[in-house]
């Protein structure tokens, strides 16, 4: 198969966002550029034995545990094939996609990528088409059962589809609840409720707890989905009616608002806070709210893992302003496509059938520690994930099979993602003032449009 290959200012730009890839460097400098991609042929399997075949893949550190630990047995047992599962941090996983290709690496073969960095895949000849496959095989794929919240936009861009949907990311509100009970309050309903239990817990706990986990580092996935969130409950959207980018919207204003004015009664200190911080915070009862992915549900309920099993709940996102309607956005979700360079096409899309199809989905989902949520309709509706999100499956069920806000994922999606949360820092820092931060972030989605 032709790799693409890669310009020496492109290769640079992944060097520097895939730390320890500086080896590659002689190799990168002497290619070229190009963005072309192959199409995976019709008549390639569904499934099959591939005895003797590794599948690698390379994979988001928190999936870890669903690939290795729950998928790689099951893969074996029914294939005769083993996956070599590699993990790359959350904020290196494009990055390191695309240089394992246009390097000329072509390490890999299965690639579990964020939804909203499709565009950029695509644009460097990293994913495999897959629309004349999944065309020719949507019965037998059962393409009309994964949730049409997530189907489109994990998998379509321009017209094609890359991958199949793997894990159905969404946030809900969690809370303590033996820590609400304790301080006289109640589970928020919107973001001013939210900001008084905080601030009361904080003040009354003085120094025992805390009322809120901001997670802000400077990241998509961590303070981008912290925005987001809050970014619905006001009502508003990143893009307007139009195409045209929103940031300045009162929706927005509010959001941002809400995250500089909490601040104080948060967990220390929240530019600081990312996934692994705010999950151990409200594991250890250190804080009473929580935005993040519907998985804590599992975590949460764990006894080897929690200190509060038994003593959480969870809501739906608060409403703020005049908006009075929840709503939840697709906050890094994943999908699973092939390398452009894989040596293994036929095993590949065997492979992510398999992954993504029901009973697979169910286990991954109702594993904790694994990283999952539903991508089908079938897994969300299940009695048996009931069972096991417990008391989170109300708003999980609620977010999942809305409307939920779409991020961005166009080629240059994840930089224009950045340079938001880059200035949403510099507010919550004291450095800016909200509108100063959001009219700078519109210039430049305006600018990176024209």
């Known amino acids: 198969m032709t790799v693409p290959a890669l310009s020496r200012r492109r290769a640079l730009q992944l060097l520097g966002l895939a730390g320890g890839a500086a080896v590659l460097a002689p190799a990168l400098a002497a290619c070229g550029s190009s963005s072309a991609s192959s199409a995976l042929p019709s008549t390639a399997p569904l499934s099959g034995r591939f005895d003797g075949v590794t599948l690698k893949l390379l994979v988001n550190q928190p999936h870890v545990t669903s690939f290795r630990d729950v ?35 072509g390490e890999f073969d299965v690639f579990d990528y964020f939804y909203f960095g499709l565009g950029d895949l695509v644009d460097a000849g990293a994913l495999t088409e897959l629309t004349p496959w999944i065309d020719a095989n949507a019965k037998q794929i059962g393409v009309d059962g994964y949730l049409k919240s997530i189907y489109d936009p994990y998998t379509l861009l321009d017209g094609k589809r890359y991958g199949l949907p793997y894990d159905g990311d969404i946030h809900i509100l969690f809370y303590n609840a033996e820590l609400l009970d304790r301080y006289g309050v109640t589970p928020p309903t919107t973001w001013d409720e939210y900001d008084d239990v905080a601030a009361k817990i904080t003040t009354d706990a003085r120094g025992a707890a805390y009322g809120a ?14 925005y987001i969130n809050r970014l619905t409950g006001y009502g508003g959207n990143l893009f307007d009616s ?5 940031l300045t919207s009162d929706a927005s204003i509010a959001a941002l608002k809400h995250l500089v004015a909490v601040a104080p009664a948060a967990l220390p200190t929240p530019l600081q806070i990312g996934f692994d911080q705010a999950n151990t ?39 703020g302003g005049t908006n009075t309607t929840p709503r939840t956005a697709l906050d890094a979700g994943f999908g699973l496509g092939i390398s452009t360079a894989t040596k293994n096409a036929d095993a590949a899309a065997a492979f992510i059938n398999w992954a993504t199809a029901g009973p697979q989905n169910l286990v991954t989902s109702s594993t904790a520690g694994a990283g999952i949520d539903p991508v089908r309709g079938e897994v969300l509706d299940s009695e048996g994930y ?13 977010g999942l099979g809305g409307d939920p806000l779409v991020w961005p994922k166009q080629a240059g999606a994840p930089k224009l993602l950045q340079d938001l949360v880059d200035q949403l820092a510099l507010a919550i820092s004291g450095s800016q003032t909200v509108e100063q931060s959001l009219e700078n972030a519109q210039r430049g989605w305006e600018s990176a449009a024209t």
Request: hydrophobic share 45%; proline share 6%; net charge neutral.
């Open 281 to 319: 915070a409200f594991l250890t009862g250190q804080g009473a709210l929580l935005d993040t992915w519907t998985d804590m549900a599992l975590r949460a309920e764990d006894p080897t893992a929690s200190q509060i099993a038994g003593k959480w709940g969870a809501v739906s996102l608060p409403v």
């Open 213 to 226: 986990i901001v997670s802000g580092q400077q990241v998509p996935m961590i303070l981008g989905c912290s």
């Open 242 to 246: 139009s195409g045209k980018a929103a």
């Open 71 to 105: 998928l790689a047995p099951k893969w074996a047992a029914a294939t005769g094939g083993a996956l070599d599962v590699t993990a790359s941090p959350y904020d290196q996983l494009t990055s390191k996609q695309i240089l394992d290709v246009q390097s000329g690496t």
């Open 386 to 398: 009931a069972k096991v999100v417990t008391k989170a499956i109300g708003p999980i069920r609620q």
